[in-house]
DNA sequence: CGTTATTTTAAACGCCTGTTTAAACTGAGT
DNA sequence: ACTCAGTTTAAACAGGCGTTTAAAATAACG
């Protein structure tokens, strides 16, 4: 294992577990066992790290997410827009396979991003990644075309605040879910649980002024 | 104005903006125009300091809140869940009163509380503060009684997400709502927007195994 | 093998952090 | 006017931060 990707897996971990301020390069270095110096040798600095942290997902995810939306624009029949939130569930989960805890960790991360950092992720991620945020409106448009551009921006934001707000904290969650409730959870079942909240939020009856 | 308001005011201003990681004592001290120590005197710690803002807040929501949701709860007539949220938003909006911009600082702060410090202001909040919690889900459980426990559980903490997110990342959206729409939009708005998504989101019809 | 490039290393840099110290100041109460 | 508690002050503390340096180790190639 490359020290760069040595450096990419610990970085990860601990951004998504304790923000990106919260996380210092002598941790992500000592947890990678690289030397401390290796981090601004290879990315420059620590804001380049967390950009190469998140684009690494990204260019994983971005493709497969294009591609699932873009089967539901194409398709002739009427869409539903649980439809069009499941549609995320599998190129979400699929980062579970390229890598132990993606989904997890990446849904953290951008969780983060949000926060973190006064929104420069958020940036970052709209000004290079605007194809799945497009992709998505129409979807959400062509399923429910009676909102209007106000609302429907409100409810994606909410949407986006819920999923990622959500998993942000959702090894917490888990844990008092488990408890209280005397059964095994995983970031699956969680999202089986979202998507129905999600979708019934954005398909709200339109409040009359 | 004493030294020790005038610390929580710019600690609670700062703290909103960048987080409590992310604001220095040095920030507060030379923004409140105190000296640096004063914090230490008059608070004993940083942490100290966190718990102090929030409380002043939660002392004046926290009564208001139970008893708006008592009114709901001793009511006869059957519940519905806008009822329920719509409970909030006087008591929230009444922190306007109380404060300029306190709505929507709280609501910030709320959200840093979240992400931020791994969580130790939930459990300052759940147990310092309890009975907000219980009187809400007693009052969701009577607009919706259908709904499990977990159910229940996973769509409080998915309202909770979706209301803190947005509220802790409401200037920036706020910025680009009335950039899009050309329109002035205050906190009172947003929320106005997102009662009906949460409402319709707890409401969701329940998914079957 | 010898000579470049590339990578790793230990040490230091200057700056910022939360906290503590001890001295100076302030405003009653006697 | 003197005392004494409460408060404010400047200065320092030890430690962590991101970043840089220059030397050492390793790899690549003719």
Redesign the interface.
Known sequence: MSTKNKILDAAEYLFAD??F??TSLREITSQAEVNLAAVNYHFGSKKELIKAVMSRYMNELSPRLESSLQVLCDSEQPLTLVEVFSAFIEPLLSLNEYKENGTSNFLQLL??G???S??FL?WFLTTQYPNVISNFVAAVQKAYPELT???M???L??T???V???M??SD??ID??EN??NKKIDIAG?I??????????????I?LP
């Open positions: 304790k923000g301020n919260g969780g983060r949000y926060t973190d006064q929104g958020r551009p106000e609302e921006f409100w409810r934001h909410f986006m605040g819920t990622v707000f959500t942000s904290s917490a969650l008092i879910a209280d409730f969680v089986r649980q979202v998507i129905p909240y999600v979708a019934a939020g954005v398909a709200a009856p409040s």
